[in-house]
């Protein structure tokens, strides 16, 4: 059988959540294929294999087992953040010649990056939020940031796959601290005007068949905005069909299947968005999406009467082309 390693963990806030994200996608690799969690952390990538635990050799992405080395013949990174959201270890893989079934190195880089990737998809005629980027705190003065914006508005990391760090600011005397605390989380920092909307998000990939959208989710955060609390600790509520008219169902499914192909992602993604009006415009996407039993995508894919196992098979016969 051939050998596939799982690859979670991280150097991001986010470590639990992708280790538990990794742990169902092992639950539900098809038949035929002998399963790894590789997890990953500064200096040291451990290997695990029905209880056991061993060393991972970087050289060659090599492990030991019961005497015997072993070798990965496939890889998917489902770390969110740093280093596999951004695409590091998907181009780790690429030089090391062991396939990825998810998003490659560039798609992954470019979507991981808030402003980069808002940037792109504007060019291409794709409504995102009015944003201002900054290289350091003290790149533009506060006055100069709401006469530009207004208020409130959202201060991101631009360069974390994390929920953490993000804040929406409503007075000016706020802003400072919501920039500080948004480059602890990362090297760059984008404001984005307020999109005053219905939240969604709708998860898209692709099998035999060609680029497929689920059924869109709808958030109802209790706080502000959908935040870590909100996606992780049960506190917004997830409406799968998303209470939504059908054709702005259809422009957003549209939407989200052209994005993914600009972008040339594979495997599964997940495309948020922010109606304002009738126009659906794009808040982020998402190429490593949460994966627990609790996350938005499986609630998608079970929604769309399939099994997660049924669904990743799709996955491996369309990226693996078997």
Same mark, same amino acid.
């Given at each position: 059988m051939k050998k596939i390693g799982i690859f979670c963990g991280g150097f991001s806030s986010e470590f639990d959540i992708s280790v538990k994200s990794a742990t169902t996608i092992?639950?539900?690799?098809?038949?035929?294929?002998?399963?790894?969690?590789?997890? !990953?952390?500064?200096?040291?990538?451990?290997?695990?294999?029905?209880?056991l635990e061993t060393l991972m050799d970087l050289?060659?992405?090599?492990?030991?087992?019961?005497? =015997?080395?072993?070798?990965l013949d496939i890889g998917i990174v489902y770390i969110h953040g740093n280093p596999g959201e951004n695409g590091?270890? =998907?181009?780790?893989?690429?030089?090391?010649?062991i396939p990825c079934i998810n998003s490659g190195a560039l798609a992954s880089e470019l979507s991981f990056d808030k402003w980069f990737c808002n940037q792109f998809l504007r060019a291409f005629g794709v409504p995102v939020a009015k944003s201002i980027l900054l290289y350091s705190p003290n790149d533009c003065s506060s006055e100069h940031i709401i006469n530009s914006l207004g208020l409130p508005i959202f201060v991101k990391p631009a360069d974390s796959g994390s929920s953490f760090g993000i804040s929406k600011v409503s007075k000016e005397a706020d802003l400072k601290a919501a920039i500080d605390k948004a480059f602890a989380?990362?090297?760059?920092?984008? *404001? &984005?005007?307020?999109?005053?909307?219905?939240?969604?998000?709708?998860?898209?990939? #692709?099998?035999l068949e060609g680029i497929q959208a689920l059924p869109i989710t709808?958030?109802?955060? &209790?706080?502000?905005?959908?935040?870590?609390?909100?996606?992780?600790?049960?506190?917004?509520? &997830?409406?799968?069909?998303? #209470?939504?008219?059908?054709? *702005? #169902?259809d422009k957003i499914h549209e939407q989200a299947k052209m994005i993914y192909q600009?972008? #040339?992602?594979?495997? !599964?993604?997940? *495309?948020?968005?922010?109606? !304002?009006?009738?126009?659906?415009? !794009?808040? &982020?996407?998402?190429?490593?999406?949460?994966?627990?039993?609790?996350?938005i995508v499986p609630q998608m894919v079970q929604k769309n009467g399939q099994t997660l196992k049924e669904f990743w098979q799709e996955i491996f016969e369309v990226e693996l082309g078997q």
């Amino acid at each position: 059988m051939k050998k596939i390693g799982i690859f979670c963990g991280g150097f991001s806030s986010e470590f639990d959540i992708s280790v538990k994200s990794a742990t169902t996608i092992l639950a539900n690799v098809p038949d035929g294929y002998d399963a790894f969690l590789i997890v !990953v952390r500064p200096g040291i990538w451990t290997v695990h294999y029905k209880g056991l635990e061993t060393l991972m050799d970087l050289n060659d992405l090599s492990f030991m087992f019961n005497g =015997q080395k072993e070798k990965l013949d496939i890889g998917i990174v489902y770390i969110h953040g740093n280093p596999g959201e951004n695409g590091k270890i =998907q181009a780790f893989l690429e030089m090391k010649n062991i396939p990825c079934i998810n998003s490659g190195a560039l798609a992954s880089e470019l979507s991981f990056d808030k402003w980069f990737c808002n940037q792109f998809l504007r060019a291409f005629g794709v409504p995102v939020a009015k944003s201002i980027l900054l290289y350091s705190p003290n790149d533009c003065s506060s006055e100069h940031i709401i006469n530009s914006l207004g208020l409130p508005i959202f201060v991101k990391p631009a360069d974390s796959g994390s929920s953490f760090g993000i804040s929406k600011v409503s007075k000016e005397a706020d802003l400072k601290a919501a920039i500080d605390k948004a480059f602890a989380e990362g090297e760059t920092v984008v *404001i &984005e005007s307020f999109l005053n909307g219905t939240e969604v998000t709708c998860g898209v990939y #692709r099998n035999l068949e060609g680029i497929q959208a689920l059924p869109i989710t709808e958030i109802v955060s &209790e706080g502000e905005f959908f935040d870590y609390e909100a996606k992780y600790l049960g506190k917004s509520k &997830e409406i799968t069909p998303a #209470r939504i008219p059908d054709n *702005i #169902r259809d422009k957003i499914h549209e939407q989200a299947k052209m994005i993914y192909q600009l972008l #040339r992602l594979k495997s !599964v993604a997940r *495309i948020d968005f922010m109606i !304002v009006g009738d126009e659906p415009h !794009v808040i &982020e996407v998402n190429t490593t999406p949460g994966f627990s039993s609790a996350s938005i995508v499986p609630q998608m894919v079970q929604k769309n009467g399939q099994t997660l196992k049924e669904f990743w098979q799709e996955i491996f016969e369309v990226e693996l082309g078997q």
